[in-house]
C-alpha cells in the first residue's frame, strides 16, 4: 500500500524566490477563481496561469489540487475574526452559526468541502476550538457537545444550500424569483382554483415572502431551542 503524503501543515513552506508568487497569492487567486466560477474551474495551470507563474513553480509549493484546495478552505475560514465569546451557550453557538453562514455565503463552492472530512488547517481548528467552547457552556458532555454542533452546523448548509439552489436558478434561467413568480402565475391560479390543494392555495394566498435573513434567524432559533430542551441543564 502506497503512504499516503505528508500533510500540508506540517511541511514547511519553500521561501518564494525573487518577485515569485508565495502560496498565499496562489491560495488568493484560487479562491478567486472558484467564488466566480466554481470549484471545478480551479486547476494547478489556471491558477498559475493567472498570476503570470509556470505550473512548475506552483508545484514547488503545492503538491497538487487536493492540497490547494484543503489552503483554500483553511484560508476562508480565516477571513472574518471568531466570535467574542459572552459565556451563554445561545448567544455564543448564534455567532458561530452566523459567522458559518457568513463564510458560505461569500464562497458557494464551500460548503460541499466542509461536509466531508474536517479541515484540519489552523484557521479551520480555531473556528472548532472556538465552536467547542459554546457547545460546552451547554453540555460538558464533550460527546453531546459535538452532536450538538452537528445538529447545527447541518441546518446551516441545508439553509444555505437553499439560498444558493435560488440563487443558481436566477443565474440559469435569467429570470429574477419575482419574474418566475409571474411567469408560473396563471398555472399556480388553475391550480388553486381546482381546490385539491386547499394547504397549497392557504400558502400562496395568505403567507408572508419572507426576507432569507429572518428565514434562517427563526430556523436557527426552532434548533437552540431543541439543542436547549434536549441538553439543557
Keep these: ?8 501543515w506540517t511541511r514547511p513552506r519553500p521561501e518564494p524566490r525573487r518577485r515569485a508568487p508565495g502560496v498565499d497569492q496562489y491560495v ?8 466566480a466560477e466554481g470549484l471545478a474551474a480551479v486547476s ?4 498559475a496561469g493567472d498570476l503570470g507563474s509556470g505550473t512548475a513553480t506552483l508545484y514547488r509549493y503545492i503538491t497538487n489540487r487536493d492540497e490547494l484546495v484543503e489552503l483554500m478552505v483553511d484560508a476562508a475560514q480565516g477571513e472574518d475574526p471568531l466570535p467574542e465569546p ?3 451557550w445561545r448567544t455564543d453557538l448564534a455567532a458561530v452559526a452566523h459567522a458559518l453562514r457568513a463564510t458560505l455565503l461569500r464562497h458557494p463552492w464551500l460548503a460541499g468541502e466542509l461536509a466531508g472530512r474536517p479541515s484540519l488547517g489552523p484557521n479551520s481548528l480555531r473556528r472548532s476550538e472556538s465552536a467547542l467552547r459554546a457547545a460546552v457552556a451547554l453540555t460538558p458532555d464533550i460527546t453531546l457537545a459535538s452532536q450538538a454542533l452537528g445538529a ?3 441546518y446551516v448548509l441545508g439553509s444555505v ?7 443558481r436558478a436566477e443565474q440559469r434561467t435569467g429570470l429574477t424569483k419575482e419574474q418566475w413568480q409571474r411567469s408560473v402565475g396563471p398555472y399556480i391560479s388553475e391550480v388553486i382554483a381546482g381546490g385539491e390543494h386547499p394547504m397549497l392555495a392557504r400558502r ?5 415572502e419572507l426576507d ?22
Design 1 to 8: 500500500m502506497t503512504e499516503p503524503a505528508p500533510s500540508v
Design 204 to 208: 400562496v394566498l395568505e403567507a408572508e
Design 161 to 167: 444550500a437553499t439560498q444558493q439552489a435560488a440563487r
Design 152 to 154: 447545527m452546523h447541518a
Design 212 to 233: 432569507p435573513d429572518v428565514e434562517f434567524a427563526f430556523g436557527l432559533d426552532c434548533v437552540l431551542d431543541g439543542l436547549a430542551a434536549r441538553l439543557g441543564r
Design 44 to 47: 494547478m495551470r489556471r491558477v
Design 28 to 35: 488568493a487567486a484560487a479562491l478567486a477563481i472558484a467564488d
Design 86 to 88: 459572552t459565556g451563554d
